[in-house]
């Protein structure tokens, strides 16, 4: 099965990356841009077909390298 | 005091340490590949800079749960001496050796130029040699030295001496949460650092501020 994840900044965490787009979108003319966040988004294939089983595989491969708990935030999508 | 060097693909700054080590303390130190499972028997780790794996996911974050870290902590844990410097910092804070994070330089830009260092504890292995307050010249060379570390945390740091070297002030070049440039555990056996003082030993190097740093391991 296919598994989506999507690694996100924790609220309040600077995002110095995330200001600079939003700097380069103001210069090429888009307004009203009030905020922007960047993340990262990881697609894996799993051999596992239980969902149980893989949801809790995901949660630890996230745990323990996919994000760093400390700053980042993480959600799992099974498909 | 025996010492040795851990390089990981990537890391660039691994003979600079060596060559660090064995003109200020006399021992040659061993340099050990990432792919050993078990460390030779030494006194002391340095887990140099660089851009291990290409700072891939996150800066440090492959090479900290390779084999040879495996190993490096369970020693840490029973007081091996451990320094990172640089990529070597974000690697055992990434392996969990140390608390916080080094984040993106909050102006985005790599900085490689030479910053004001402060010593704040010099009661550790690394900086007997020192004195407290001292102010010294070291190189800095890195786009992700923001340390962060949630509150609890640095009230911890600070409230127990553990903040080692704070960039003197205005000399700040990444947005580093109270200017820290390096710390250590609870237990003192283990120091992070971003700047390289071991390109500040020698005559060659413009000055040798950073030189009392290694002779202080000579009596750890």
């Known amino acids: 099965m296919k598994a989506k994840i999507k690694v996100t900044l924790k609220n309040g965490v600077l995002d110095p990356q995330g200001k600079a787009i939003e700097g380069a979108l103001g210069s ?13 988004y990881f697609e894996i294939e799993l051999a596992e077909t239980d969902n149980v089983k893989a949801e ?14 400390v700053i980042e935030n993480y959600e799992i999508e099974l498909a | 005091m025996k010492s040795a060097v851990i390089t990981f693909p990537g890391i660039n700054r691994e003979r600079d340490m060596l060559m660090a080590l ?32 290409g700072d891939y996911l996150r800066c440090g ?4 749960r390779s084999p040879i870290m495996a190993d490096i902590k369970a020693k840490a844990m029973k007081g091996l001496k451990v320094i990172g410097v640089c990529n070597g910092f974000q690697i055992i804070t990434e392996a969990g050796l140390l608390p916080g994070v080094l984040m993106r330089n909050a102006d985005l830009h790599f900085v490689c130029r030479e910053v004001k260092l402060k010593i704040e504890n010099n009661q550790t292995f690394f900086t007997n040699k020192m004195t407290k307050g001292q102010i010294v010249s070291c190189p800095v060379a890195h786009g992700e030295g923001n340390y962060a570390c949630d509150g609890e945390t640095l009230k911890r740091l600070e409230g127990e001496g553990r903040v080692v070297f704070r960039y003197a002030e205005g000399s700040n070049p990444n947005g580093a949460t109270n200017d820290i ?8 056996n283990v120091i992070g650092m971003m700047p390289h003082p071991e390109n500040m030993i020698e005559p060659l190097h413009g000055k040798v501020d950073c030189r009392p740093l290694f002779e202080s391991l000579i009596a750890a």
Request: proline share 4%.
């Open chain 2, 181 to 188: 440039a390096g710390i250590i555990n609870e237990r003192g």
């Open chain 2, 22 to 53: 064995e003109a200020t303390t006399g021992v040659k130190p061993i340099s050990v590949w990432h792919t050993e499972a078990s460390l030779p028997n030494v006194d002391l780790v340095i887990v140099p800079g660089g851009f291990s794996y």
């Open chain 1, 28 to 40: 090429l003319g888009f307004g009203g841009v009030n905020g922007v966040r960047q993340g990262k």
């Open chain 2, 61 to 64: 974050a492959i090479a900290a």
């Open chain 1, 56 to 69: 809790a595989t995901l949660k630890s491969m996230c745990e323990k390298l996919i994000a760093n708990t």
